[in-house]
């Protein structure tokens, strides 16, 4: 094998790269790599493992999935995300193993290419995705390889689980970064009123339309639209968003000019739009179109590995001196959480305020629903009188309602809701209304 010419094919990668052999040994080494890590490369002697993990042996033999396991049992690329240290500290690397094979097949080493995911931290980190387990790291992956594309991407899950933070990384990965990331908010907002925050409108389209107003798309341009919940957005409005989004033209209102539009587009949601589709609730042309690259964020029963940490990440934002007994970490890790991270964040909150010392016990949590994570994930394990869903969710605002003393508007925010849906929902369930 011809080193030099390796070498020449490692140099041309703009991203941290190296050559190994299939004994880890690294053989090649580009610049962006060699500044990545604080430690001298020899090649030839200098093994991978040692550089990214300071391990003694490779990734397999300490728990961890080795890329070139799979690499080598496959023939094929492999991926992975792992946590190096690096010389900014401990970082979250996505890693690209490929097999390099001769004109004769045989196996002569491989090519690594690491994107280091400045949004995610396994540590408390401010403005940062937060975690660790398995379903967390495979999340990375998907908005890493997302976010090197102008693919359209919809995001779904829970509600609570962090839509808009991985909508804010998807954008400040991408080459869009340096542009606009707009927001907009499809929950209760009717048909005209959408169609004018959209795509603005020109003096006399209607009444109090005394100036010509830009709209969202306008002050998107080159950047990123990221429409929340739009499961929420009306049929009527959805036709007028397919016609946007399949020719990046759009009308303002009274206009009879159209403009052409430069924008990224994410969507998230936590409803099922596939059923809204069946039921004709949502338009499949539309379905398709921004469902370009799904990504599943996945809830905190499946995380229940992060949720010590994502708890210590909200004390630590919080500026308070204080640290959990590890009795309130358990209580906390064997919750549900049917709300999720955002859920999370709000009883951290309390627990700050309820703690009169340092260390915040599990008597200091507020009141938790008395409901085992393994009877929602065991449907077999249900013994008990089947309810209504509507009596079911008038069981569960009427605790939560109680724990925020009543204040509809942080509620509604907890719940990833609207004001006035909140209050909708109250009504029917005769909550609050005395």
Do not use: W
């Amino acid at each position: 094998m011809n080193i030099s010419i390796v070498q020449e094919m490692i140099d041309a990668i703009d991203k941290p790269a190296i050559f190994i052999n299939p004994s880890y040994v690294i053989e090649a080494v580009n610049q962006p790599y060699r500044d990545t890590y604080p430690v001298d490369i020899k090649l030839g002697f200098s093994t991978c493992y040692q550089v990214s993990h300071r391990n003694s042996k490779p990734c397999d033999k300490c728990g961890e999935h080795c890329p070139m396991q799979e690499s080598k049992a496959t023939g094929r690329a492999a991926t992975v995300v792992h946590v190096h240290t690096t010389s900014e500290g401990q970082s979250y690397c996505d890693i690209l193993m490929r097999p390099i094979f001769d004109g004769t097949g045989e196996l002569l080493g491989f090519l690594e290419i690491l994107d280091k995911l400045s949004f995610a931290s396994n540590r408390p980190s401010a403005g940062k995705m937060v975690g660790e387990s398995e379903a967390f790291k495979a999340m990375l992956n998907k908005i890493n390889r997302a976010a090197n594309s102008d693919i359209s991407v919809l995001l779904f899950g829970e509600t609570g689980t962090g839509k808009e933070l991985v909508s804010q990384a998807l954008h400040s990965s991408s080459h869009r970064a340096g542009k606009p990331f707009v927001i907009i908010e499809c929950t209760g907002m009717s048909d005209t009123l959408l169609e004018s925050e959209l795509f603005g409108y020109e003096k006399g389209a209607f009444t109090g339309a005394t100036t010509n107003k830009k709209g969202l798309v306008e002050a998107a341009e080159g950047g990123t639209l990221f429409f929340d919940e739009v499961g929420d957005i009306p049929l009527s409005t959805q036709v007028k968003l397919l016609r946007l989004f399949e020719s990046q033209t759009y009308r303002p209102v009274g206009s009879v000019v159209s403009k052409k539009a430069n924008f990224r587009l994410v969507c998230a949601t936590h409803k099922n739009l596939k059923h809204m589709v069946e039921t004709g609730e949502f338009r499949q042309d539309l379905y398709y179109r921004i469902a370009g690259f799904p990504i599943n964020l996945p809830s905190l029963r499946q995380r229940k590995s992060d949720i010590a940490l994502i708890a210590a990440h909200f004390l630590a934002m919080s500026k308070e001196k204080k640290r959990f007994h590890k009795n309130a970490l358990e209580k906390l890790t064997n919750y549900p959480f049917p709300g999720n991270i955002r859920e999370l964040k709000n009883i951290v909150d309390q627990a700050i305020l309820l703690a009169d010392e340092t260390v915040i016990y599990d008597t200091d949590l507020p009141e938790l629903d008395n409901i085992s994570s393994d009877s929602i994930n065991d449907a077999s394990s249900f013994r008990g009188n089947v309810v209504t869903l509507d009596e079911m969710e008038g069981q569960y605002l009427r605790q939560v309602y109680s724990s925020f003393n009543g204040d509809a508007q942080q509620l509604a925010k907890a719940l990833g809701v609207s004001t006035r849906t909140l209050y909708r929902k109250l009504k029917k369930a005769g909550i609050g209304s005395n």
